[in-house]
């Protein structure tokens, strides 16, 4: 059983800063996250993407965020239980809680603070029968690491910014050896520019691109060999290849804590704005996640919300000790 003052679940943006916040007033967290590293939806959606309104950054690569957060953390050595999702929880005779993991982890705390953003990651899926069978052996939904795709040939299906700017990225940069592009419009949804540089590539004659077809078949003996892609005029078209990497994006999901007994609007967890509470006394949440009057899903709210609620957890855990609001430039950071 892994013990701590404060169980984050979620280890993006909002769940890190509040480690820091925790640290300052001498409170220990231990995250959980099902993903396989820290960053949420900036290391999981966008790492490579600049962002402009975090106070103080005039932009800020959203993978460069996340790194700057750990490092803000790191001297109030947060524990991680990272790849697993918290499934369960349960109250206490002593009032804490017990978060329990798809792995069966347990972590006992007398705060949780939810920091779970859009839920548990869940990509959208084409409806081809023999995707399962080369998962791993060749299909991915989401691009973690660029270079995982060096020299081989990928098809890449999708009309968004996602699948425009990796198309253009593994071209441009040299990663891939031959990038071919499946819409099953002639029209994309993503920014003008990428559009253009992804037609411009494809005059060129450095990506592949067909529009009005659809990937249907999958076939190679113990990985993926070729993708089957059929297109409106032209029949079946058979394409050699070592990746199909469909980026239709990410279904919202709030996955297990939906069903924590906790008061949910519009897919998200209701809180009391004064402190960020939710009905459960000694569960809150904080960023993305949570839902109330005039909400902004920003990072920025996420890390003022996340304040906030610990002021309140401190108050929870000790009811006894006055908490006096001092600046970092006075007292400095004190690590554990
Ligand atoms: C393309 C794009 C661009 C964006 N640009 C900006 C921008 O410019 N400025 C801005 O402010 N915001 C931007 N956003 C929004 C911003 O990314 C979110 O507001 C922010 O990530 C919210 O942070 P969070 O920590 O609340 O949640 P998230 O980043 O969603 O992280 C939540 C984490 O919780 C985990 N989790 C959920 N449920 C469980 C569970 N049951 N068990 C374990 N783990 C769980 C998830 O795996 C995830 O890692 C952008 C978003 C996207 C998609």
Not at 28 to 51: V, W
Not at 122 to 141: H, T
Not at 211 to 229: F, S
Not at 310 to 321: C, M
Request: aromatic share 8%; charged share 20%; glycine share 10%.
């Amino acid at each position: 059983m892994i013990k701590t003052d404060i169980i984050i679940i979620g280890a993006g943006p909002v769940g890190l800063f509040a480690v820091f916040e925790a640290g300052l007033l001498k409170l220990k967290c231990h995250l959980i996250d099902s993903l396989p590293q820290p960053g949420g939806q900036c290391s999981e959606i966008y790492p490579k993407k600049p962002i402009y309104d975090i106070p103080g950054f005039a932009s800020v690569l959203a993978g460069e965020l996340v790194d700057n957060l750990m490092l803000q953390a790191a001297p109030f050595k947060p524990g991680f239980t990272l790849g697993e999702a918290a499934t369960d929880i349960e109250k206490r005779a002593d009032g804490s809680f017990v978060v329990t993991t798809s792995k069966g982890t347990q972590h006992n705390a007398p705060i949780v603070m939810i920091a779970g953003g859009l839920g548990v990651f869940e990509p959208r899926k084409p409806p081809i029968a023999s995707i399962v069978n080369f998962e791993d052996k060749g299909v991915e939904y989401i691009i973690k690491d660029p270079e995982f795709y060096r020299g081989k040939t990928c098809v890449i299906a999708g009309g968004g910014d996602s699948a425009l700017d990796w198309s253009i990225f593994l071209i441009e940069k040299r990663i891939a050896k031959k990038v071919i592009l499946v819409h099953r419009s002639s029209s994309f949804r993503g920014h003008l520019d990428s559009v253009q540089k992804v037609i411009d590539l494809a005059d060129s004659g450095k990506i592949k691109l067909i529009t009005e077809a659809e990937v249907t078949d999958l076939r190679g003996e113990n990985a993926l060999e070729e993708v089957i892609v059929t297109h409106a005029k032209q029949g079946e078209i058979v394409e050699k290849a070592d990746h199909f990497i469909p980026l239709f994006g990410l279904k919202p999901s709030l996955g297990p804590i939906g069903n924590w007994g906790l008061e949910i609007e519009k897919n998200a967890i209701k809180v009391n704005t004064l402190d960020y509470s939710t009905n459960i006394p000694g569960i809150y949440a904080i960023g993305d996640v949570n839902s109330y009057e005039g909400k902004l899903k920003l990072i920025l709210c996420g890390f003022h919300e996340g304040t906030i609620a610990l002021q309140s957890a401190f108050a929870r855990i000790h009811p006894d000790k006055k908490n006096v609001l001092k600046y970092t430039t006075v007292n400095g950071i004190n690590g554990f």
